[in-house]
């Protein structure tokens, strides 16, 4: 027996450090032979993806910076994926456009698009995994070519049929341009995309390994058209455009992790000569099984966490649901303004506070100051006492039901429709709810955030009942409250926009809400004394702005004063 535990052990200790060298050193060079590094990172939206560093590999060759991730990037992606599916199964015009896909003639790429959209459809984010590849290189220029490379990590996972998606931030700007894009790498070698102002990732398939992967894919992109050379150059490379709308590269390939039969072999004897004990079988068979799962693998991703899907899924909801300014208004920081001290939200807040907070009608935005690549967002938890609970369950009932009356009268869209089920299905408070958790923190953020919709429906009411009004009467210049909207800074969940109001019209007499320094101040302007101000249209009375921050570091709320005029006089 001495002898069968001393081997039990022996194999016992190998498993694990197997284990240990796939999960925690899975490119460390030293373990794995001259490959080149690479470092795991986890993108905003809760999801780890691998960067793979490049070299150069001549004097001649260009390095490009590696882009950091936005928040929800990654994210954004896999719901382009889910929801670019028509209702008859088939892929519609705007999804090829949005992936470079020429709609004409494109059936392989097409049907390897549509795949794409069914795994993500039927697995979520499970079936498949992304690898970041953002360390592209321009190796030189030749007849009108550009050559780009891009090195990917050693692993079999890489095998079934990745394929590499040259993903922007933002649809791209600018007229047409159809490019052909060469590899062996690729399959077909040769793949035509056509670009256009909708597309936002380029879409290319790579080819199944029969054996070793491909640790470098060098592709050439070439333009049809010799004179748009320069502005191909700008989309996959940045040039003298000036745009910030830079390309970042990912590798998409299936989450199916294979077993290694080798190594399954190897031990087979070790379970059927030392392990005769049905419980020793069983450790082992759970031990061997972990093995065989983790080894080898480089690029793995995690399932993003409950907090970070719900958090992107709320920004999409809010870019549907509220109104955009023009383009060109700037973009006003939140850091400028005045600021009580910020107070945290999590499991030690008062009920005291998140009462206040749950009945407040104050205007509410979502920022994410930190949330990056680099820093990934905290996991969020309340917890709220029973009767507290029962409140915020339905007050989110009422409010939900009435941000779907305004999505139909307003015609918003299905899409808002089905992200707000999805938020729902989020933030779902269960009758017998654990005394904390992460469904009250959802449930609380998605109560504020409809209130501050159902606000700026109710303003906007307002303001055309209000204008309604003064085209039917005569004193529409008097001074009165008007809506006055101001572009936030793009670091926030949203709303990006906020309603500030603002106080116009005249003062003349008889004067709106003046207090007697502006009666006697209007009185002596009216008796030709012209060297003194006039009374003024000015805020009398303000509400608050709550913001709260999300970061590494927890969840935090601060309250910014006077920022909405709600009421207005002469002064």
Same mark, same amino acid.
């Given at each position: 027996?001495?002898?069968?535990?001393?081997?039990?052990?022996g194999?016992?200790?190998?498993?694990?450090?197997?284990?240990?060298?796939?999960?925690?050193?899975?490119?460390?060079?030293?373990?794995?032979g001259?490959?080149?590094?690479?470092?795991?990172?986890?993108?905003?939206?809760?999801?780890?993806i691998?960067?793979?560093?490049?070299?150069?590999?001549?004097?001649?060759?260009?390095?490009?910076?590696?882009?950091?991730?936005?928040?929800?990037?990654?994210?954004?992606?896999?719901?382009?994926?889910?929801?670019?599916?028509?209702?008859?199964?088939?892929?519609?015009?705007?999804?090829?456009?949005m992936?470079?896909?020429?709609?004409?003639?494109?059936?392989?790429?097409?049907?390897?698009?549509?795949?794409?959209?069914?795994?993500?459809?039927?697995?979520q984010?499970?079936?498949?995994?992304?690898?970041?590849?953002?360390?592209?290189?321009?190796?030189?220029?030749?007849?009108?070519?550009?050559?780009?490379?891009?090195?990917?990590?050693?692993?079999?996972?890489?095998?079934?049929?990745?394929?590499?998606?040259?993903?922007?931030?933002?649809?791209?700007?600018?007229?047409?341009?159809?490019?052909?894009?060469?590899?062996?790498?690729?399959?077909?070698?040769?793949?035509?995309?056509?670009?256009?102002?909708?597309?936002?990732?380029?879409?290319?398939?790579?080819?199944?390994?029969?054996?070793?992967?491909?640790?470098?894919?060098?592709?050439?992109?070439?333009?049809?058209?010799?004179?748009?050379?320069?502005?191909?150059?700008?989309?996959l490379i940045?040039?003298?455009?000036?745009?910030?709308?830079?390309?970042?590269?990912?590798?998409?390939?299936?989450?199916?992790?294979?077993?290694?039969?080798?190594?399954?072999?190897?031990?087979?004897?070790?379970?059927?000569?030392?392990?005769?004990?049905?419980?020793?079988?069983?450790?082992?068979?759970?031990?061997?099984?972990?093995?065989?799962?983790?080894?080898?693998?480089?690029?793995?991703?995690?399932?993003?966490?409950r907090?970070?899907?719900?958090?992107?899924?709320?920004k999409?909801?809010?870019?549907?649901?509220?109104?955009?300014?023009?383009?060109?208004?700037?973009?006003?920081?939140?850091?400028?303004?005045?600021?009580l #001290?910020?107070?945290?939200?999590? @499991? $030690?807040? +008062?009920?005291? &506070? %998140?009462?206040? =907070?749950?009945?407040?009608?104050?205007? !509410?935005?979502?920022?994410?100051?930190?949330?990056?690549?680099?820093? #990934?967002?905290?996991?969020?938890? @309340? $917890?709220? +006492?029973?009767? &507290? %609970?029962?409140e =915020?369950?339905?007050?989110?009932?009422? !409010?939900?039901?009435?941000?779907?009356?305004?999505?139909?009268?307003?015609?918003?869209?299905?899409?808002?429709?089905?992200?707000?089920?999805r &938020?729902?299905?989020?933030?779902?408070?269960?009758?017998?709810?654990?005394?904390?958790?992460?469904?009250?923190?959802?449930?609380?953020?998605?109560?504020?955030?409809?209130?501050?919709?159902?606000?700026?429906?109710?303003?906007?009411?307002?303001?055309?009942?209000?204008?309604?009004?003064?085209?039917?009467?005569?004193?529409?210049?008097?001074?009165?409250?008007?809506?006055l909207?101001?572009?936030?800074?793009?670091?926030?969940?949203?709303?990006?926009?906020?309603?500030?109001?603002?106080?116009?019209?005249?003062?003349?007499?008889?004067?709106?809400?003046?207090?007697?320094?502006?009666?006697?101040?209007?009185?002596?302007?009216?008796?030709?004394?012209?060297?003194?101000?006039?009374?003024?249209?000015?805020?009398?009375?303000?509400?608050?702005?709550?913001?709260?921050?999300?970061?590494?570091?927890?969840?935090?709320?601060?309250?910014?004063?006077?920022?909405?005029?709600?009421?207005?006089?002469?002064?």
């Open positions: 027996m001495l002898v069968v535990d001393l081997f039990y052990c194999a016992l200790m190998l498993c694990w450090t197997r284990l240990y060298m796939a999960l925690i050193l899975p490119n460390n060079p030293t373990m794995t001259n490959h080149p590094k690479s470092s795991s990172t986890e993108t905003g939206d809760g999801l780890q691998t960067n793979a560093s490049i070299r150069t590999s001549s004097a001649s060759t260009v390095s490009r910076d590696a882009p950091q991730l936005p928040p929800c990037f990654v994210d954004n992606i896999f719901t382009a994926l889910r929801e670019g599916v028509g209702h008859n199964g088939e892929l519609p015009n705007h999804t090829l456009t992936f470079g896909i020429c709609t004409e003639s494109d059936n392989t790429s097409g049907s390897v698009l549509l795949d794409l959209v069914k795994e993500v459809r039927r697995n984010r499970n079936g498949l995994k992304v690898l970041d590849l953002s360390g592209g290189l321009l190796e030189g220029e030749e007849s009108g070519s550009l050559k780009l490379a891009f090195q990917l990590p050693h692993s079999h996972l890489l095998k079934p049929s990745p394929v590499l998606l040259l993903a922007f931030e933002s649809p791209l700007a600018g007229e047409k341009l159809d490019t052909t894009f060469t590899s062996e790498s690729l399959h077909p070698n040769t793949q035509t995309v056509c670009l256009s102002a909708e597309t936002q990732y380029i879409m290319l398939a790579g080819k199944e390994s029969k054996g070793k992967v491909h640790n470098t894919w060098r592709i050439n992109a070439e333009t049809y058209s010799p004179v748009m050379k320069q502005r191909l150059k700008d989309i940045g040039g003298q455009s000036g745009s910030n709308n830079c390309m970042i590269p990912l590798l998409l390939f299936s989450g199916e992790r294979g077993t290694d039969t080798r190594f399954t072999l190897l031990f087979s004897p070790l379970l059927l000569i030392f392990f005769h004990t049905t419980v020793r079988v069983v450790i082992w068979s759970i031990f061997l099984t972990l093995c065989v799962r983790n080894a080898h693998i480089s690029g793995s991703s995690m399932t993003p966490s907090t970070s899907s719900f958090l992107c899924e709320l999409r909801f809010l870019d549907d649901v509220l109104p955009l300014v023009h383009p060109g208004s700037p973009q006003l920081q939140l850091g400028s303004l005045q600021s #001290p910020p107070l945290t939200l999590g @499991l $030690s807040s +008062s009920e005291t &506070l %998140l009462a206040g =907070l749950i009945n407040s009608s104050a205007l !509410t935005i979502f920022s994410f100051s930190s949330w990056s690549s680099r820093f #990934p967002v905290h996991h969020g938890e @309340l $917890s709220l +006492s029973p009767a &507290l %609970l029962e =915020l369950r339905q007050r989110l009932e009422q !409010t939900v039901e009435k941000i779907m009356a305004v999505i139909r009268e307003e015609d918003v869209g299905h899409k808002a429709t089905e992200r707000l089920g &938020l729902k299905k989020h933030s779902v408070l269960l009758k017998k709810e654990p005394e904390a958790g992460e469904s009250q923190y959802c449930a609380f953020l998605l109560l504020k955030a409809l209130q501050t919709v159902a606000r700026a429906y109710e303003v906007e009411k307002k303001l055309r009942s209000t204008r309604a009004g003064h085209n039917n009467s005569m004193g529409g210049n008097i001074c009165g409250l008007r809506s909207t101001v572009s936030l800074e793009r670091t926030l969940v949203g709303p990006n926009t906020a309603n500030i109001n603002n106080c116009h019209g005249s003062c003349a007499f008889p004067l709106v809400n003046g207090n007697n320094h502006a009666i006697l101040l209007n009185i002596h302007i009216e008796s030709e004394n012209v060297d003194e101000r006039a009374p003024c249209c000015v805020p009398l009375a303000y509400e608050h702005l709550e913001v709260v921050d999300l970061n590494q570091h927890g969840t935090y709320l601060s309250i910014k004063p006077d920022v909405v005029a709600k009421e207005c006089g002469c002064r």
